[in-house]
């Protein structure tokens, strides 16, 4: 199971860190990926981690502003949003998927990356 939270309602250039608690998985060899679905548009992926050695890879639309990291004693994963825009308006959404055999050395940003998703959480960014 998948919780995110953290979304609301931020000013441009404001910052949100959105929350995503995994529970009820067996072994600790996973990745966890971010997602965002603007009106309109596709789930894109903006980041991911992967707890194994706590690799990151972030979308470049996000680069430099958003910083994924994880508390791993709590299996949860945070995504800190900073100078947060207009265009970051959207649903986001965390994904896991186990990471037996997949390399840490490329990033898993696509929606069939991953198995399990957990509910959206809304960020909206006010101009």
């Known amino acids: 199971q998948l919780q995110a939270s953290g979304g609301g309602l931020v000013q441009a250039g404001g910052s949100l860190r959105l929350s995503c608690a995994a529970s009820g998985f067996t072994f600790d060899d996973y990745a966890i990926g971010w997602f965002r679905q603007a009106p309109g548009k596709e789930r894109e992926g903006v980041s991911c981690l992967f707890r194994r050695d706590n690799n990151t890879y972030y979308a470049d639309s996000v680069k430099g502003r958003f910083t994924v990291s994880s508390d791993n004693a709590e299996n949860t994963v945070y995504l800190q949003m900073n100078s947060l825009k207009p265009e970051d308006t959207a649903v986001y959404y965390c994904?896991?998927?186990?990471?037996?055999?997949?390399?840490?050395?490329?990033?898993?940003?696509?929606?069939?990356?991953?198995?399990?998703w957990g509910q959206g959480t809304l960020v909206t960014v006010s101009s």
């Open positions: 994904g896991f998927r186990y990471t037996y055999y997949t390399s840490s050395d490329q990033p898993l940003l696509r929606i069939d990356d991953y198995d399990h």
